[in-house]
């Protein structure tokens, strides 16, 4: 059985070294020493300031969200449901606007005629698509020309840079999720990285039940601190980060080169690195896509129709510009294994069972 994923195992011996260490502090969650170290340790190697570790990738976008004060967000529906259901969950007002059909993150086009029509929506929140970045400097030009604010959900897009700096650099706040199944994580958590000081100090302070830095209670906060054994696992981990990236963007490489006269993949961005987070193709049929699909579960190979459905299709009472793209991409997407432990033996079985069957 070749799995879809395979969440990346710390090392026993380290681990428990630092759990030691937490022990014998008895300082367990409340931004403690790990808490620091590893917000020092992800700031250095992902080349970012103001990175608020949280306890997972969800309450990331609410608490953004909640920072930079917005109310009324466009959106993409082609992403994980969580990019959607989290500003549902505090009563956020949304709107869905399809994707491109090339790169399948936001369409840019589609973005300013909605922000040219429709003025009550105060900001964007953009997914990068399988760490593929969205037209980042196209966004910033378009959110400058009619005042927008900028959340990304860069939940795929950890380690990835455009033009040499980091993704996570662009728009207002970009969120990160460290759930297991990510490239890097500390088994749940995640964080927020903000490009304004004022916005991290505030969303430090909502993490923290909105307790203020003089004691004083602010505006109302939540619980979405990232405890200390969490954080030792994230230290664990980030020791084998570039081997990790490393080997699954060498990986995903692969895949692309024995797939490409095959079938239709994203077109990624020419300006950026791959993380190789996630390994996505595009059928050109349902018929197709199940044909595929009988192929791969024949020779016991795991796949995902990720993501699916479109979410304008999973929430039919929030408001949805056109998303004819988002939605024609979602009936005939597959996403093919790809994890740390997966061998290039294991590519060429997946490929070569794609390229039997079609
Ligand atoms: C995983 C993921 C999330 C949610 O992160 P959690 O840490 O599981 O809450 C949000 N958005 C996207 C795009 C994701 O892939």
């Known amino acids: 059985m070749i799995l879809l994923n395979k969440p990346v195992a710390p090392n026993l011996i380290k681990l428990n070294s630092y759990l030691e260490k937490v022990n014998e502090s008895g300082w367990y969650t409340n931004f403690g020493p790990m808490h620091q170290a590893l917000t020092e340790r992800l700031e250095d190697y992902l080349g970012v300031k103001n990175l608020l570790l949280v306890s997972n990738g969800t309450l990331a976008i609410q608490v953004a969200a909640k920072a930079l004060n917005i109310s009324k967000s466009v959106t993409t529906p082609f992403s994980f449901v969580a990019t959607s259901s989290s500003l549902l969950w505090q009563g956020m007002d949304i709107a869905f606007s399809d994707i491109n059909p090339d790169s399948l993150n936001i369409s840019t086009d589609m973005l300013e005629q909605v922000w040219e029509e429709n003025p009550s929506y105060d900001s964007l929140l953009a997914t990068h698509v ?193 998303c004819e793209v988002s939605n024609s991409v979602s009936a005939n997407i597959l996403c093919l294994p790809l994890h740390t432990y997966m061998t290039e033996a294991d590519v060429y079985k997946v490929t070569s069972a794609i390229k039997e069957v079609l």
């Open 130 to 322: 399988y760490g593929n970045p969205c037209d980042v400097q196209k966004i910033e030009e378009l959110a400058n020309k009619y005042n927008k604010k900028v959340i990304y959900d860069a939940a795929h897009a950890f380690g990835v840079n455009v033009s040499n700096h980091s993704v996570l650099s662009f728009g207002d706040a970009s969120t990160l999720s460290f759930h297991a199944t990510k490239v890097f994580h500390t088994v749940e958590g995640g964080a927020i990285v903000f490009k304004n000081k004022v916005d991290y100090d505030k969303a430090k302070n909502l993490i923290n039940f909105g307790i203020q830095n003089d004691g004083t209670l602010g505006e109302p906060g939540i619980n979405a601190k990232l405890n200390e054994y969490q954080a030792a696992v994230g230290l664990c981990l980030l020791d084998n980060i570039d081997g990790i990236i490393e080997h699954r963007s060498h990986l995903f490489e692969l895949y692309r080169k024995e797939l490409k006269d095959a079938i239709e993949m994203p077109v990624w961005h020419e300006s950026a690195n791959y993380n190789g987070a996630y390994m996505p193709i595009c059928a050109k049929s349902e018929r197709v896509r199940d044909i595929i699909s009988a192929g791969l579960t024949y020779n016991n190979i795991q796949f995902r129709r990720y993501f699916y459905p479109s979410l304008d299709q999973a929430y039919p009472t929030v408001k949805s510009f056109d």
